[in-house]
């Protein structure tokens, strides 16, 4: 533990803008993955241990499209809209069949799958990692922000995930479809009852899951190594986040992921060595004061 | 000509079978399993894909010569995703199941200990690839009779970076250093041993700050900012393979390398290849050049590789490349595949290879090589990647290494 150094950079503007920035960038991408998995949750009761590959195929598929158009927003387009699609496969042909078993089953379903498409990118892309490359229009030196290090990049990242944030959290309050997955959350059988057709509308949630996670892996494609497996580690982040934000709640997966993210971010600094162990240290402290996560309900 | 089978043709066909199956059970009896096990998968694959092409070539340049003894090898590839229980795993599989003779631990050291302790159970002859940690084959407890060490080891490449770094450091001025390597054996002991010797060598070098990233960690901007933070003139690191690609590339949206000179050992050709705006002017040992050592039979050897692989070679694969060497020179002064009788040929044995220093390798008593090319460079972000290279004396790497197994009670 470095308190002095902690100390020191809170009142230095320069480290509070470079840490704060290192955290959003972490938290936003963190949000995007959590999302999908909170809004699969909080509809469908599912707990989609399988996430991390939509993230990892994500990445992989505007990593191929990247290097066909050498257009990084083709490159994340194609990642979010492939998984989107694949949501949709995924749902339809497994997870639509596990729907009402024990959370066992559901796990080996998605377990098998994480496994599959770690192989089938192994076949595919090789066991090798894989860079995308940073995109010529952001090859520029770095904004400095009362002495901090503000990557261009990373401001763009982070304002595409926050504009993600509010379509998603407008979408589901302002919206016919918004207002019917919400109602789907609470009471599917009623829904249904009403006349909704609650398997279109359970699909629609899986791309929508799907879509994000991919569109995380694409975004994060021209700074991450891609490699088989690299979904597993964003997943136990995301699931931290979702139980700390409390399940189903996308406000709370969003605060949740910008707390990770700046504990990540000062951590750093203040923790050095013992980051991750402070990230499960709050996920505690969070869970015991409210067991059912910041923004969850009542257990 | 194709036409309906008859009762008699095919009767014919049977009877043959029957007779030749001995022969054919028999031939693939005979041939020699080797087994290798490495990090197949993940971010650090592209290095056990590189032992595994090198040895595929070694198998082909062995049979085509005849073989081991008169048979011919054949390698048993498995994936240990570099974790310890699966790596122990899968060397006993490989030798009580699969039927090894040899084995050949490409791990790094992030599993080859798990393999090492496994070893003393085995009464088969093992050489190490691609560990580097120094205790492996420096610390008597640890080492083991019948394995051996076939690759660069951390303290050699410790004195050697440490004589470059502190003329450089020297010239330049620079005394504030960072370190950010990776949080497992290798990571720690070597970062180690390079500030022990720096110190020696420079002796008002002082480090601002260490960050101990997770082997395989996809996100290094924490690292990267704490890195700013620090503002160390120059940053030394021990990442490699798919660590080290990302770390550049989410380093170059920092613009680090303008902010603090980077050394580091690890730079392999396909990481100088991944990386899509390699910075000029990292420090950096050669890994595996064509162009170091700067001879014909290098040149040669790497480019072999280009051409059967469409990619460059790595430091692991010339290591087990020389591992193969060293079992076929062994083999054939023993005269068997007996794991005590190969090892007391591989034992002091001197081998002529490319990849000598003075075109020789010596498996030393201690059980690990020496006389390998080692050099330091910087970076240019073009073919041959490192220039200016300064080959680093073997004389003081020893006595070096000498005085530090005195100091950890080794010898």
């Keep these: ?299 | 000509m194709s036409g309906p089978v008859t009762r008699r043709a095919l009767l014919a066909g049977g009877t043959a079978t029957l007779v030749a199956a001995p022969w054919v059970a028999r031939a693939q009896a005979n041939t020699l399993r080797i087994g290798m096990q490495s990090i197949l998968s993940g971010p650090i694959a592209l290095l056990g894909t590189s032992s595994r092409n090198s040895l595929l070539i070694e198998q082909d340049r062995i049979n085509a010569a005849g073989g081991f003894l008169g048979r011919q090898i054949e390698f048993v590839f498995r994936d240990s995703k570099g974790q310890p229980q699966e790596a122990a795993r899968v060397a006993r599989e490989l030798v009580n199941t699969a039927g090894c003779e040899l084995l050949v631990d490409a791990e790094a050291s992030s599993a080859s200990f798990a393999v090492q302790e496994v070893m003393r159970d085995l009464n088969v002859a093992c050489i190490h690839t691609n560990s580097e940690t120094s205790s492996l084959t420096a610390d008597p407890k640890i080492r083991v009779p019948t394995a051996f060490r076939v690759a660069r080891q951390g303290v050699h490449d410790a004195v050697a970076g440490s004589l470059y770094l502190a003329d450089f450091a020297n010239a330049k001025k620079i005394n504030k250093w960072a370190t950010c390597s990776p949080d497992y054996a290798y990571g720690r002991d070597t970062t180690a041993q390079y500030l022990q010797f720096f110190k020696k060598f420079k002796p008002d070098v002082e480090v601002v700050t260490e960050a101990w990233p997770k082997l395989g960690q996809p996100d290094f901007t924490e690292v990267i900012t704490k890195l700013i933070q620090a503002k160390p003139q120059a940053l030394f690191t021990l990442l490699y393979a798919g660590d080290l690609s990302a770390f550049v590339n989410q380093g170059n949206v920092y613009a680090l390398f303008g902010q603090m000179t980077v050394a580091t050992p690890n730079v392999d050709y396909p990481v100088l290849a991944a990386i899509k705006n390699l910075p000029a002017g990292i420090q950096s040992a050669t890994r595996y050049l064509e162009t170091f050592p700067d001879t014909p039979a290098n040149k040669e050897w790497g480019q072999a590789y280009f051409k059967r692989w469409n990619e460059r070679p790595t430091n692991w694969s010339w290591q087990n490349s020389v591992a193969m060497h060293f079992y076929e020179a062994a083999i054939k002064k023993a005269n068997s595949l007996d794991g005590k009788a190969i090892a007391a040929a591989l034992t002091g044995l001197k081998i002529n290879s490319p990849f000598g220093a003075d075109g020789t390798i010596t498996m030393r008593d201690d059980h690990t090589t020496i006389g390998y090319a080692i050099g330091w460079g910087q970076t240019i972000p073009k073919d041959p990647f490192i220039t200016d290279i300064k080959p680093a004396d073997w004389g003081k790497i020893i006595e070096l290494e000498t005085e530090w197994k005195k100091q950890q009670n080794y010898s």
């Design chain 1, 1 to 299: 533990m470095d308190f002095n150094a902690l100390g020191a950079c809170f009142t230095t503007p320069a480290c509070v803008v470079t840490q704060a920035t290192s955290g959003l960038i972490v938290g936003m991408l963190l949000f995007l993955v959590a999302a999908g998995l909170t809004l699969i949750f909080g509809v469908l009761k599912i707990v989609n241990f399988a996430h991390g590959t939509f993230y990892m195929l994500g990445g992989y598929v505007a990593y191929s499209a990247y290097a066909e158009t050498d257009s990084y927003a083709l490159a994340v387009l194609a990642g979010a809209v492939a998984m989107a699609l694949f949501g949709v496969l995924f749902e339809r042909v497994l997870m639509s069949r596990v729907y009402g078993s024990n959370v066992l089953m559901q796990l080996l379903v998605c377990y098998a799958v994480v496994l599959i498409f770690d192989d089938i990118v192994k076949i595919v892309w090789g066991p090798e990692f894989r860079a995308m490359g940073m995109p010529a229009a952001f090859q520029v030196p770095p904004l400095f922000i009362a002495g901090g290090v503000v990557p261009p990049f990373y401001a763009v990242l982070i304002g595409i995930a926050a504009l993600i944030a509010i379509v998603l959290s407008l979408g589901l309050s302002r919206t016919r479809l918004g207002k019917t997955v919400r109602a789907a959350a609470v009471n599917p059988q009623m829904v249904s009852a009403l006349g909704v057709n609650t398997t279109v509308l359970f699909a629609i949630v899986f791309a929508i899951g799907g879509g994000l996670a991919g569109l995380a892996g694409a975004l994060a494609g021209p700074v991450r190594s891609l490699s088989p497996g690299m979904g597993f580690s964003i997943l136990i982040e995301g699931f931290i986040v979702t139980v700390i934000g409390g399940m189903g709640s996308i406000a709370g997966a969003m605060v949740a992921a910008l707390v990770i993210g700046l504990v990540r971010g000062f951590g750093t600094i203040g923790f050095p060595g013992f980051t991750d162990g402070l990230i499960y240290i709050v996920m505690i402290g969070i869970l015991v004061l409210r067991p059912q996560g910041l923004f969850g309900r009542p257990l």
